[in-house]
């Protein structure tokens, strides 16, 4: 095992990232920061960390926070992943979640998204009322002569 590993690939490896492509552009945009010693420094994707570092991540609106346990620079399964990092994220952050989450359905614009089941039988209900009676054109009215 190696006593330095990228950052950009521990993450992936650690499951934080999809790809490592997503963790590299993560890096580049300066939504990871590292902690080592007393220094605290934003990383490039070839930052190497150490075990004991502490890592920031910003995926918006939530900052997690990760204290390197160990190295691996293979994917791990998911049940293997706690014997190599440690979750620091503060319960604040989690709640910020939340909120969000929730907010996203309380603060919708009328007309923005998906319709409400309300919206829905108002526009089922309105459609067939112009439908089921029909059109009441009286074909008579029109002249041969008239240009439309």
């Given amino acids: 095992m190696a006593a330095e590993e990228r950052i950009d690939k521990w993450m992936w490896a650690m499951r934080l990232f999809k790809t490592r492509t997503i963790a590299t552009e993560a890096c580049k945009k300066g939504r990871v920061t590292i902690k080592q010693g007393g220094t605290e420094m934003v990383a490039k994707p070839s930052r190497t960390i150490k075990v004991g570092d502490v890592i920031d991540v910003k995926k918006p609106p939530v900052t997690y926070t990760f204290k390197v346990l160990a190295l691996s620079e293979n994917r791990l399964g998911a049940k293997l992943v706690p014997n190599y990092l440690e979750n620091l994220t503060p319960k604040e952050q989690y709640d910020l979640l939340d909120v969000v989450r929730i ?46």
Avoid: C, H, Q, V
Wanted: hydrophobic share 25%; aromatic share 14%; glycine share 14%.
């Fill in 103 to 148: 907010s996203g359905f309380i603060d919708r614009r009328k007309g923005l998204g998906r319709p409400t089941k309300r919206e829905g039988r108002d526009l089922a209900s309105f459609t067939a009322e112009t439908y089921e009676g029909g059109w009441d054109l009286d074909f008579d009215d029109f002249d041969d002569d008239d240009d439309l």
